[in-house]
């Protein structure tokens, strides 16, 4: 399950196993499409397996 907007992404994760490199995965391609860098993307826990990332404007 994926919710996306122009500024973040909602994931829910089932597998734990894969967890680090989906969210990494995911950093690296807001990362690219707002041209910034790894600093500038927050990676909240919202939920059981539910994680948001989102572009932290007041460091962009």
Do not use: Q, Y
């Amino acid at each position: 399950m994926t919710f996306e907007t122009a500024d973040s992404v909602t994931l829910k994760i089932w597998d734990r196993s894969t967890v680090h490199h989906t969210l990494d995965a995911m950093v690296e391609d807001l990362c690219t499409r707002h041209n910034t860098t790894k600093g500038s993307i927050a990676v909240t826990c919202s939920g059981p397996n539910t994680f948001t990332l989102s572009l932290n404007s007041a460091t962009a």
